[in-house]
């Protein structure tokens, strides 16, 4: 009985060995996992920060167009009525012309009516 004893003794802390084995196996793991997740943790921090400038860019590229756009738009704005003004101007002074052309040939008949 002496040697079941101690064959179960020996067989108890072979497994021991074999379980501290394992566990020391896992825990590397374990760290290599925890690496791996730290270096993606820190790739992914960059590419936030690179995809943040990007988009920060992209908002004042934006924001310059927009101002840009409403300044063109003002032109426009302001060259349609400045057209405007002139095709009143222009219609004025055709309507101007024609009575002075009348006036003028009211004067003829007039003045050859006195001959």
């Keep these: 009985m002496k040697n079941c004893y101690k064959n179960l003794i020996m067989c108890c802390s072979s497994m021991r060995r074999r379980a501290a084995a394992l566990a020391q196996q896992d ?23 690179a995809a943040s400038r990007a988009a920060s860019d992209a908002v004042k590229l934006a924001s310059g167009a927009r101002k ?7 032109d426009i704005v302001s ?8 095709e009143q101007h222009l219609a004025d002074a055709q309507r101007e012309a024609a009575q002075a052309e009348i006036e003028l040939n ?3 008949y007039s003045a050859l ?3």
């Design 68 to 74: 840009e756009a409403d300044s063109f738009e003002q």
């Design 113 to 115: 009516a006195k001959l």
């Design 27 to 49: 825990a590397g793991d374990a760290k290599d996992s925890a690496t791996d997740a730290a270096t993606a943790s820190v790739r992914a921090t960059i590419s936030a920060k």
């Design 106 to 108: 009211r004067i003829r």
């Design 79 to 86: 060259a349609n009525k400045t057209a405007a003004s002139a």
